[in-house]
């Protein structure tokens, strides 16, 4: 079962900032948080990930709280091409594991003009 | 393009046929995954492998479904006896020796399943 939860949907402007909230109360102490996004009849493409400190790179931000157990998604100026599912994964990276994604329902982002 | 190829795109069967899908990772990609999707949900995870070896197999992959990976670089899932519950996009992922927390996975366009 997916450990993270995410609002359905969300709207935003376009050329102005969007935050993606996710909670993940379960987070245990190897999850790292990595975030997906999926644009219409294409597959997942990586945005950004995180372990317990703020992370930028060119796409986004990632905001992680100090108790680990939420994280926002900063699109700084959405653009219409950021229409897309956007999906808040835990990974655990524990030795044993498999690094697989068990993915949720994730946040439909909509970007009006 | 060096991303993560799928072939067919699309495919149609009538039910109770086979089908195959194939999918070639980037190379030097060690690990390889399968996910299937269905409308209006997130991908969910099939099978996993590194190199030829298959290290882990979901519930949801029932006995008609198999996936090979015969020399560690392109994958096969096959369905028998398809049912019109095996319609979905099915996904194949692949990424490098995994760093801990890195190495992200590189989705392909996937293959869209219906069974008539």
């Known amino acids: 079962d997916a450990k993270t939860t995410q609002p359905n949907s969300m709207e935003s402007n376009e050329e102005e900032p969007v935050h993606l909230p996710c909670n993940h109360s379960?987070?245990?102490?190897?999850?790292?948080i990595h975030w997906y996004r999926q644009l219409p009849s294409q597959g997942p493409e990586y945005v950004i990930h995180g372990l317990t400190s703020n992370v930028n790179n060119r796409m986004a931000s990632l905001a992680i709280a100090e108790d680990r157990k939420s994280s926002t998604l900063i699109l700084h100026r959405a653009t219409l091409r950021d229409a897309a599912v956007y999906y808040c994964i835990l990974r655990d990276d524990a030795p044993s594991g498999t690094y697989k994604y068990i993915f949720g329902t994730g946040t439909r982002l909509k970007v009006l003009a | 393009d060096t991303g993560v190829s799928q072939d067919p795109r699309h495919k149609i069967t009538k039910r109770g046929q086979n089908v195959t899908f194939r999918c070639d990772p980037i190379?030097?990609?060690?690990?390889l995954y399968w996910y299937r999707q269905t409308l209006g949900q997130g991908p969910e995870f099939l099978t996993y492998f590194q190199n030829e070896a298959q290290l882990e197999k979901s519930r949801l992959l029932s006995d008609r479904f198999s996936a090979e990976r015969p020399k560690g670089s392109f994958s096969t899932l096959e369905i028998q006896r398809t049912e019109q519950g095996d319609s979905a996009m099915y996904l194949c992922?692949?990424?490098?020796?995994?760093?801990?927390?890195?190495?992200?996975?590189?989705f392909g366009p996937g293959t869209r399943l219906t069974v008539l």
């Open positions: 992922a692949s990424s490098p020796a995994s760093l801990a927390g890195g190495n992200e996975q590189f």
């Open positions: 379960t987070i245990s102490g190897t999850d790292y």
């Open positions: 190379s030097e990609h060690n690990r």
